[in-house]
């Protein structure tokens, strides 16, 4: 018994872990040094969106075929082959001298990460098995921590004299870390059902609650990580912050994301999943219009926005793990990949495209509509999910 309580805290602490340094890297890190590529390598907007759609393609190799991967190989290697993935390429970055090949190895890097993102969230819907939302918030509220401290890493390695190359080459370190804790884990492995029941993703794909929650995962992720990947470009071209002044926008931005996690671990379960994404999504919509298009001491609203996405993702996926039972590691790898599609398309690629076209302030505000959309889908989502209670205890 000792034994099984030690190897579940050990497994809690790995998927907290993961989440932390998954938000270093995918939030607060990409916010600070994003302008800093751009100005090293003299690349345009899209330029730059293209290279974050390059990182994230990565991650959709890894999320589509993980689910399926995980059944077969187990949950332990999957990780355990991302994570020197990681810690090799993390390192490559610091080797990088022109544009073409920091694509591959942030191609290469994105499979990585796109590794860890599948491993955390499977790990977590096989040990969080009561009060979901609860948790799932207090698991991705470890995302909110790694994007707060990032900044403040970021700026450490600045204040060395080390360029923004070495805030990844110094973050191999914490992938080592994890693959130690790695080793003393005793991983669960998904349930399965029979081989014959096993559905294919193109049946999973036939049921259309799979489809509105694979819409809106894609318009979500678009939201939170565009906010997350432009917040200091536009803070540097169209408000001429200082790099100081990014990294507290930023870092405050992901304390509102953080204490926003935090709060609907103690909230979600009481006032229910759908009824507080209506609220969060509307909150979320005004503050960050008012962010973008207000004058520049508004800006406070864009770290504000964090608060108010926050919980959305891990509700979301709450909501998920209530609403299926059987394959859920396919349909895990489903939502993990179209919102690696979304981060690609909406908010790097998209928004640079539009950035190039109409200014900055547009393309940025691009991400208004993004939420707009994922408000409506909750919406029809939520009437389909009463509809479907309600033929069930009909019968």
Not at 33 to 61: A, H, K, R
Not at 68 to 85: A, P, Q, S, T, V
Not at 235 to 259: A, D, M
Not at 326 to 338: F, M
Request: hydrophobic share 55%; charged share 15%.
């Amino acid at each position: 018994m000792n034994t099984r309580n030690w190897n579940n805290r050990l497994l809690v602490i790995m998927a907290f872990s993961i989440m932390l340094i998954f938000g270093m890297f995918m939030g607060g890190i990409r916010a600070q040094v994003n302008p800093l590529i751009q100005l090293d390598y003299g690349i345009t907007f899209s330029q730059l969106g293209i290279l974050m759609g390059i990182f994230s393609g990565g991650g959709i190799l890894t999320t589509f075929f993980a689910g399926n991967l995980i059944i077969k190989y187990g949950l332990k290697k999957i990780l355990r082959f991302n994570l020197i993935l990681g810690i090799v390429f993390a390192i490559l970055v610091g080797l990088s001298n022109t544009y073409f090949i920091l694509q591959i190895v942030m191609f290469f890097l994105g499979i990585a990460f796109g590794g860890y993102n599948i491993s955390a969230n499977t790990l977590a819907s096989e040990i969080f098995v009561k009060n979901r939302g609860k948790m799932m918030n207090l698991f991705h509220l470890f995302f909110g921590f790694g994007g707060t401290i990032a900044p403040l890493y970021a700026n450490y390695i600045f204040s060395l004299g080390f360029e923004w190359e070495q805030t990844y080459v110094f973050g191999a370190v914490l992938f080592v870390m994890l693959f130690g804790i790695s080793l003393l884990c005793k991983f669960p492995e998904p349930k399965i059902v029979d081989k014959k029941e096993q559905k294919s993703t193109m049946e999973v794909l036939k049921d259309k609650k799979v489809i509105f929650f694979l819409i809106m995962i894609f318009v979500l992720v678009a939201s939170e990580l565009g906010v997350i990947t432009w917040i200091g470009v536009f803070l540097k071209n169209v408000q001429g912050r200082t790099n100081k002044e990014i990294g507290l926008y930023t870092s405050l931005f992901f304390i509102f994301f953080s204490g926003g996690r935090f709060l609907a671990s103690f909230i979600v379960e009481k006032i229910g999943y759908t009824k507080i994404l209506k609220i969060t999504i509307t909150m979320a919509i005004i503050s960050f219009t008012i962010g973008v298009f207000g004058p520049n001491y508004c800006a406070f609203f864009l770290s504000l926005t964090g608060l108010f996405l926050s919980l959305n993702f891990p509700t979301v996926q709450a909501i998920t793990y209530e609403t299926f039972t059987e394959n859920l590691s396919i349909i895990i790898g489903l939502e993990l990949t179209v919102g690696s599609i979304g981060d690609i398309l909406l908010a790097n690629w998209l928004i640079g495209v539009i950035t190039d076209m109409a200014g900055l302030r547009i393309g940025f505000g691009l991400i208004i509509c993004y939420m707009v959309i994922l408000l409506i889908c909750l919406l029809i989502l939520d009437k389909k999910i009463k509809q479907s209670k309600l033929q069930k205890e009909g019968k």
